[in-house]
Nanobody, 123 residues
């Protein structure tokens, strides 16, 4: 079992930045690929970024245009999502998730989920 808790969300003006954190716990949590997703009101949950167990490989949704960066610190059992140049369209609940395999981009492909953290970008 892996438990995930997101934090770092909040209200930010357009053009600003936020860094989200996802604290993982569980005996083998550091061995999982971690992903970030988001879900805006009325929309499906969408994949944003993923990182392999040691942080050596990452993959991103093309739509991000390089504005977001995923990273992890296994010593702290924490995964981060640095978000820059935020736009009102980035307003959503952001979730982290864990899966054994690398390269997974679907919601159903992930095994464990956090409760989410709200990000609101004002214009």
């Amino acid at each position: 079992q892996v438990q995930l808790v997101e934090s770092g969300g909040g209200l930010v003006q357009a053009g600003g930045s936020l860094r989200l954190s996802c604290a993982a716990s569980g005996r083998t949590s550091s061995m999982y690929t971690m992903g970030w997703f988001r879900q805006a009101p009325g929309k499906e949950r969408e994949f944003l970024a993923g990182i392999n167990w040691n942080g050596g490989s990452t993959y991103y949704a093309d739509s991000l245009k390089g504005r977001f960066t995923i990273s992890r610190d296994n010593a702290k059992n924490t995964v981060y999502l640095q978000m820059n140049s935020l736009e009102p369209e980035d307003t959503a609940v952001y979730y982290c998730a864990a899966v054994r395999a690398f390269g997974v981009v679907t919601v159903t492909g992930y095994d464990y989920w956090g409760q989410g953290t709200q990000v609101t970008v004002s214009s």
